[in-house]
């Protein structure tokens, strides 16, 4: 190994240096990106779950409850998981936690979206909060990248 360069990577079957690109604003420009697609994402069904829920028929009196029930079940459920999200980020690292939730995130925007009826939509907003296992990995002191 180079001494001038400690993080060189060699490639076991070429024995050539590996490229290996760990440039942290490219990293930070993606994370970035995805979190104001999320953000957005997020803000919309939140916008629009009152027209969506007129969409599947629900009656007009019952509209206020359900928007109100659908915006809480995934913080409720998810709140409780906050500590896990924090352990399993020392453990397996903030990054693969962070990309676990945004596909999970894609996932279920994609099954609120194509929600047919009112059990499928709170099933989707009831699954746990991707968001809170995001902020527990950014925030808590993480040693593994």
């Not at 953000?39 to 919309?44: D, Q, T, V």
């Not at 629900?58 to 109100?68: D, F, L, M, N």
Request: aromatic letters at 10%; hydrophobic letters at 45%; charged letters at 15%.
């Amino acid at each position: 190994m180079n001494p001038e360069n400690q993080n060189e990577i060699i490639h076991e079957e070429s024995g050539k240096p590996a490229v290996y690109n760990n440039r942290w604003q490219t990293t930070m420009l993606l994370f970035a990106a995805t979190g104001l697609i999320e953000a957005l994402s997020f803000g919309h069904l939140s916008a629009f779950t009152p027209l969506y829920l007129r969409m599947l028929n629900v009656p007009g009196s019952q509209i206020e409850h359900w928007t109100g029930i659908l915006a809480s079940l995934g913080f409720i459920l998810g709140l409780p998981l906050l500590p896990f999200w924090a352990v399993w980020a020392d453990k397996y690292g903030r990054k693969i936690i962070i990309i676990r939730s945004s596909v999970a995130a894609t996932l279920i925007y994609v099954l609120f979206a194509i929600a047919g009826n009112l059990s499928v939509l709170a099933f989707a907003r009831a699954s746990p909060r991707q968001g809170g296992s995001k902020d527990a990995s950014r925030q808590h002191g993480s040693r593994k990248q």
